[in-house]
Each structure stands twice: as structure tokens, then as C-alpha cells.
């Protein structure tokens, strides 16, 4: 499509009365590949190509979508969403005078996976396989899945907004099942990033299956975790799972604006513990949920959501900013053409503090230290949250003692933000799919080492259950 043709679809999609308009083309290219029961099981290779049109009336909105990308079958969609938004007046036709937006960030593609054989993708995923198997013979299952991405969009509006980009990104998982005794217990390892197969020049295969098969084993010989209220450290080597679920989805726009998120109405006020700083940042270099532009051409940038305990902003996409006659943060995402764009985070995480990790744990008289989160649920309109340990230890004197299994981290998302009493010097990302609203897209968390004063803990997670199936992909 030239700019002529997207010109003539967005006047279309608005001719009936609409105030905005907006065209998102996707070519997206894939190669998957799964290892399961020590052999590849699944090659998959292919394409997807289409658009969608999103129509704005007020701040009501359609959307329609097609895999046609001709200029006759994209104008019909246009009508079609055009009609929705209907009014009594007919818009005028004006000329539309195309920009596109400054980015403020380069993604680099050191080597394509497209010049990359399948092949040698395939001896990546054999190698983890094979080093995961190794680590103990109690292990019963090992399943390793590779992804990589190509996307080329074209996104273009009726404010003149026009941006082209190209988007590449890899990702390798390791899910481990071990069993001795009756007992089943699983351990997982992912690495992504938006890059190309340089991926593996920072990480090695054989050591991300070894990881996820230590923590496997490893919890076969845990004891059962305590249960009751006791101090929590949250080891930078989580993640920031907590930080993603109990807060960061609270801070999308739309479920502000729906009044449903328990942070709705408290800008400006004290919501955690004065060392908690709060950052979404699309502009990391090669992190899992960076990009140039978000999926309405907005560039990415960095925003600061709670600074020292206060929340300071939400995360805007086009419509949500719309209603309140602001910018968009640059948080609007898809997962594909198939989907209109919704308030998502990116790179999620609580910004490092002063005191050394070492230190933390030392003044812990009795608590738990997690070092991997697990599952969970979250009620955004309130809060509380449950999580499952994938792996943690019991901290006795100041010292790390011995791994339990088993536990559950029940809280709310605001009163945990505000117990937490030090934070870590240190730094660790996690990543993953993020879902909301029936759509994934690929994002990162981070934190430093976190001292909690108080979080209830109980339970007993889905890795317990004789069950040699479980597997988290």
C-alpha cells in the first residue's frame, strides 16, 4: 500500500462522521520449535498478513480486520467500521499531510533469524534438552520451546500519524518435571528479548536447562513450607512477577478508568513505602517488551508511575488519553491485526535502592526468601493477590537454611508496596506473555532484593500434585 491508498481507506473510515480513524498492517513471519520426550516434536514455520481499522466516535470505537490487504477489500472494512461510528453529518475531506513521530530508541538486529538455519535453531533447543536431562536421573520430563518473530507494520491515522517499523524478537524456554517418592515437582527457565539470534551469545542454552532442571530437583528434596504471617525477601532473581501482577496492571488506564483498579483517583498520593520507585520503560535496549512504536505509532519513552511512594501517572494508550485530553504514554499494544489496541505495560519494574542483598537477608531473624515466583491471580479492583513459590528457602539468624516447597504468597498489591522496608542495590529481570483481554504480547519485570515486613504464607502449589503432565510454556 502507498500513502495515496492508506489516504483514501482512513476517508473512508470516517466519511460518516467518526473524529479518528487509524490503519495497522502486520506482516508477521514465525518459526516455533518444540522439544518434547528427549526429541522435536513440532517445526513450525509461516506467515500472517493483514490489517486492521479502528474508528473513534466520542469515546465509543469499532474495529474490524481482514486478512484481504487489497485496496477494495480494506475500503469495504472501512465502511463497515466507518458505519459504526455513524453520526448525523457528513465529515469533511480534508487532505491529509502524513508525519512520522521521532523515535527515541534503536533495536539493532545483530543476526536475523531468517539467515539462520532451521537446522542450527533445532541444535539450540537439543542442547538445552540435552543439558536439562543430564542434571539427575529423576528428572521424567523436559519440554524446551524456541520462537522467533519478524513483524513489519505500517501504521497510519487520521492525524497524519504514519510509521513504518520492523520488529524482531527470540525467545528459548526450558519447562523440567522431576519426581522421586511420590512426589512431582517442575522447574522453569526462559530467556527473550527483542534481538535477534545474538540471543544466544549471552545466553547459553545448556546453562538455561540446567537452571530449570536445579530448581526441579531441587524442590523434590524441599521440606514443606510454614504457614502463617512471617517477613518475606523477594529475591531479584524473581523477577518482578509481584510488581507486574499486584501493581502494574492497577496502573492501566482503562481499568482506571473503569474504576476498576484500587489505584483509581489517588494521583499525587502516598500508595507504597517512600523507597519504592515505580518505572515502565520501552526504551531498554534489547529487552523482551521494548520497541521504537507501540501499536498506534506513539514512540516509546520512559515513564515513572510511583516516585518514592507517591503515584505520580498511569499508562495511556490513544482512546484511554483521548478521554482525559492528554498524551498517550506510548502503552498502546496488540497482539496482532486481529486485535485493537489496549493500555499494556512493557518493561516493568522497581528501581534498585542503596542496601546490599547480603545485608537484607542478614537482618531477617525468621522469614521466607524467594527466589522464584510461580503462578497466580490477581483482583485489580482491590488488590489482593495469591502467588505460588517456585522456589524458596527459609531464613533463620540471618542465614539462609533450607528450600521448602509448597507456598503460597497471599497479599494486596498497595499494603505490600508499603511494607516493604529495604531495597536491594541489585537488579533482575523475568520475562513473559502477558495476557489481558484475550491478547498476549511479550513483556519484562525487574526488581531489586525487597524485605517485606509481614505477607501470609500457606498453602500448597499446583507443582505438588502426582501429576507428570504439568508444565508451564
Not at 523436559?142 to 497510519?156: E, F, H, L, P, W
Not at 524473581?238 to 483509581?264: F, N, P, R, W
Not at 497482539?335 to 528501581?351: C, D, F, G, K, V
Amino acid at each position: 500500500m502507498n500513502r495515496k491508498e492508506i489516504e483514501q481507506i482512513l476517508k473512508a473510515a470516517t466519511k460518516h462522521g467518526a473524529d479518528f480513524a487509524e490503519l495497522f498492517w502486520e506482516h508477521k513471519e514465525t518459526t516455533a520449535i518444540g522439544c518434547e520426550e528427549n526429541r522435536i516434536e513440532r517445526i513450525l514455520s509461516g506467515i500472517d498478513e493483514g490489517a486492521g481499522i479502528r474508528v473513534i466516535y466520542n469515546n465509543s470505537s469499532s474495529y474490524a480486520y481482514t486478512n484481504e490487504v487489497n485496496l477494495k477489500r480494506l475500503l469495504e472494512v472501512a465502511e463497515l467500521a466507518g458505519k459504526a461510528a455513524q453520526k448525523q453529518r457528513q465529515a469533511v475531506a480534508e487532505p491529509l499531510c502524513f508525519h512520522t513521530p521521532s523515535a527515541h530508541i534503536k533495536l539493532p538486529v545483530e543476526i536475523a533469524p531468517g539467515e539462520i538455519k532451521i537446522e542450527d535453531k533445532t541444535k539450540k533447543v537439543l542442547e538445552a534438552n540435552n543439558a536439562a536431562r543430564r542434571v539427575d536421573k529423576r528428572i521424567r520430563q523436559v519440554s524446551v520451546g524456541y520462537q522467533d518473530v519478524r513483524q513489519k507494520v505500517n501504521i497510519a491515522n487520521s492525524e497524519g500519524v504514519y510509521v513504518e517499523d520492523l520488529r524482531t524478537r527470540t525467545r528459548l524456554s526450558v519447562n523440567v518435571v522431576a519426581g522421586a517418592d511420590g512426589v512431582v515437582q517442575t522447574g522453569y527457565q526462559a530467556v527473550a528479548g527483542t534481538v535477534g539470534f545474538e540471543l544466544f551469545a549471552e545466553h547459553d542454552p545448556h546453562e538455561i536447562g540446567e537452571a530449570a532442571a536445579n530448581r526441579a530437583v531441587l524442590m523434590l528434596s524441599a521440606r514443606n513450607a510454614p504457614q502463617g504471617k512471617m517477613p518475606v525477601v523477594l529475591d531479584s532473581k524473581a523477577g518482578g512477577t509481584m510488581i507486574h501482577e499486584a501493581c502494574g496492571h492497577g496502573l492501566e488506564a482503562d481499568l482506571v478508568q473503569k474504576g476498576l483498579s484500587v489505584y483509581a483517583g489517588k494521583k499525587e498520593e502516598q500508595v507504597a513505602s517512600t523507597l519504592v520507585t515505580v518505572v515502565d520503560d520501552g526504551l531498554l535496549p534489547k529487552k523482551y517488551g521494548s520497541y521504537r512504536y507501540d501499536d498506534e505509532g506513539c514512540p516509546a519513552q520512559k515513564t515513572l508511575l510511583i516516585e518514592n511512594g507517591v503515584l505520580k501517572e498511569f499508562m495511556y494508550d490513544y482512546q484511554t488519553a483521548r478521554q482525559e485530553k492528554r498524551a498517550s504514554t506510548g502503552n498502546g499494544r496488540r497482539e496482532s491485526y486481529h486485535s485493537r489496541p489496549l493500555p499494556r505495560m512493557r518493561n516493568t519494574y522497581i528501581a534498585p535502592g542503596k542496601t546490599s542483598p547480603e545485608s537484607i537477608i542478614r537482618e531477617v531473624k525468621e522469614g521466607l526468601l524467594v527466589r522464584a515466583m510461580g503462578g497466580g491471580q490477581v483482583n485489580t479492583t482491590t488488590g489482593d493477590y495469591v502467588f505460588d513459590v517456585a522456589e524458596g528457602y527459609i531464613i533463620k539468624d540471618g542465614e539462609i537454611q533450607y528450600p521448602v516447597r509448597g507456598a503460597t504468597l497471599t497479599g494486596n498489591g498497595p499494603e505490600t508496596l508499603r511494607l516493604i522496608e529495604m531495597v536491594g542495590s541489585d537488579f533482575g529481570f523475568a520475562v513473559g506473555v502477558c495476557g489481558k483481554g484475550g491478547q498476549g504480547v511479550p513483556v519484562a519485570d525487574a526488581q531489586p532484593t525487597l524485605a517485606v515486613r509481614e505477607l501470609i504464607v500457606g498453602g500448597r502449589n499446583a507443582a505438588e500434585r502426582k501429576d507428570p503432565m504439568i508444565r508451564r510454556l
